[in-house]
């Protein structure tokens, strides 16, 4: 078939993909995202309790979305957002900040729990930073 780009019809890219597919299937990686998105959704619902700039958080498998919100800052929330980003950079975790006011988590299939929490540690302790001492 015709198409836009070569490399949508090449063989050896589609060859590629079901190899992906078969290991995804093989390692159980589906149910390994399940199980692991659980705990961080339940580690992020956590720190909502705790962290004041936390409105809530979403997921499925090991996606996250972490809502932020202004709190008694009276900062624009995506400022609170910009913020964040740029501690967690500083402490070595790569995230990203979307609709001026979530952090996104789309860490990898075959991440395990402690590299996980870790990343997550690392999250509270950059919104501890920024938005002053954690509820009690």
Same mark, same amino acid.
């Given at each position: 078939s015709l198409g836009h780009y070569t490399h %949508?019809?090449?063989?050896?890219?589609?060859?590629?993909?079901?190899?992906?597919?078969?290991?995804?299937?093989?390692d159980g990686l589906v149910g390994h995202a399940?199980?692991?998105?659980?705990?961080?959704?339940?580690?992020?619902?956590?720190?909502?309790?705790?962290?004041?700039?936390?409105?809530? &958080?979403?997921?499925?498998?090991?996606?996250?979305?972490? %809502?932020?919100? &202004?709190?008694?800052?009276?900062?624009?929330?995506?400022?609170?957002?910009?913020?964040?980003?740029?501690?967690?950079?500083?402490?070595?975790?790569?995230?990203?900040?979307? %609709?001026?006011?979530?952090?996104?988590?789309?860490?990898?299939?075959?991440?395990?729990?402690?590299?996980?929490?870790?990343?997550?540690?690392?999250?509270?302790?950059?919104?501890?930073? %920024?938005?002053?001492?954690?509820?009690?």
């Amino acid at each position: 078939s015709l198409g836009h780009y070569t490399h %949508e019809k090449n063989p050896f890219s589609v060859r590629i993909d079901l190899t992906l597919l078969q290991v995804i299937e093989k390692d159980g990686l589906v149910g390994h995202a399940a199980t692991l998105g659980a705990h961080g959704l339940q580690r992020i619902e956590a720190m909502r309790q705790r962290q004041p700039l936390v409105r809530g &958080a979403r997921g499925r498998g090991l996606l996250f979305s972490i %809502e932020l919100q &202004a709190g008694d800052s009276g900062r624009p929330v995506a400022e609170i957002v910009q913020s964040v980003f740029w501690r967690l950079l500083d402490r070595g975790i790569n995230l990203s900040a979307s %609709e001026g006011r979530d952090i996104s988590i789309t860490s990898p299939l075959v991440i395990d729990r402690q590299q996980l929490d870790h990343a997550l540690d690392q999250v509270e302790a950059a919104l501890a930073d %920024e938005g002053g001492p954690p509820r009690r």
